[in-house]
């Protein structure tokens, strides 16, 4: 079947670091990737979405200066949280879907979740 | 602007009891529909999908959802509720294939024994 593993499960990193997550489709091709930040006791907000040789699209108040998204080919995706504070803590999930194929839904990792101290 | 409205935060069923949890969306046309799962401290699974056509769908572990157009709505229901379904729901929405999908806020659903 189709899964998506997210690496890092949790991460602490100081505030003003950066770190990285990565996010790996087994079982099909991700076409297309899509990231999305759940903040404490909120919704998922997509921050973008990248798919294999276009360019990533970013939604309104996320860009690629702070959270740059690498997808270099149909199984994999990083995207690293730069100069990170108290405000980008959460989750952040990784959802993957074969942009071909008809009634493609995401796939859903289990999310890196990020605490900044 | 499309949305998808949970317009509740937070539902408390008695174990064995019906549940339904509520969802409205705003899009042009006819959105495809999801409801997602998320158990504590983990990341999100389908429990099932509406795309256009029979407006009752099933999904897994006896959940259900009926799409309705004249109300906007993709109502998530249960005829009996276990302890295991206490988690937090989301209703999520596309206006195709290769968009994106939008989340509801979620409803947190707590089951008493």
């Known amino acids: 079947g189709a899964l998506v593993y997210q690496y890092p499960r949790r991460t602490i990193c100081k505030s003003g670091t950066s770190m990285r997550m990565e996010c790996q489709a087994v079982?099909?091709?991700?076409?297309?990737v899509a990231w999305y930040r759940q903040s404490p006791q909120k919704t998922f907000e997509l921050i973008a979405l990248?798919?294999?040789?276009?360019?990533?699209?970013?939604e309104q108040n996320f860009t690629q200066e702070k959270f740059p998204i690498s997808h270099p080919n149909l199984s994999f995706s990083s995207m690293t949280v730069l100069n990170a504070y108290l405000e980008d803590r959460g989750l952040y999930l990784c959802?993957?879907?074969?942009?071909?194929?008809?009634?493609?839904?995401?796939?859903f990792g289990s999310g890196t979740r990020l605490l900044v101290i | 602007a499309q949305s998808v409205t949970q317009p509740d935060a937070r539902v408390t069923v008695s174990e064995g009891a019906s549940l339904q949890l509520r969802c409205k969306y705003s899009?042009?046309?006819?959105?495809?529909l999801f409801w997602y799962v998320q158990y504590p401290r983990q990341g999100l699974q389908l429990l099932l999908k509406?795309?256009?056509?029979?407006?009752v769908v099933q999904g897994v572990n006896g959940f259900e959802a009926e799409f309705s157009k004249s109300n906007s709505s993709f109502h998530l229901r249960k005829a009996s509720v276990h302890w295991s379904d206490w988690a937090v729901y989301f209703c999520?929405?596309?206006?195709?294939?290769?968009?994106?999908?939008?989340f509801g806020a979620g409803t947190r659903l707590a089951v008493c024994p």
């Open positions: 079982g099909f091709q991700a076409t297309s």
């Open positions: 509406y795309y256009p056509g029979d407006p």
């Open positions: 899009y042009f046309g006819t959105p495809y």
């Open positions: 959802g993957a879907r074969d942009h071909w194929g008809f009634y493609s839904d995401y796939t």
């Open positions: 999520a929405a596309s206006s195709g294939s290769f968009n994106k999908l939008t």
């Open positions: 990248s798919t294999v040789n276009s360019a990533i699209k970013y």
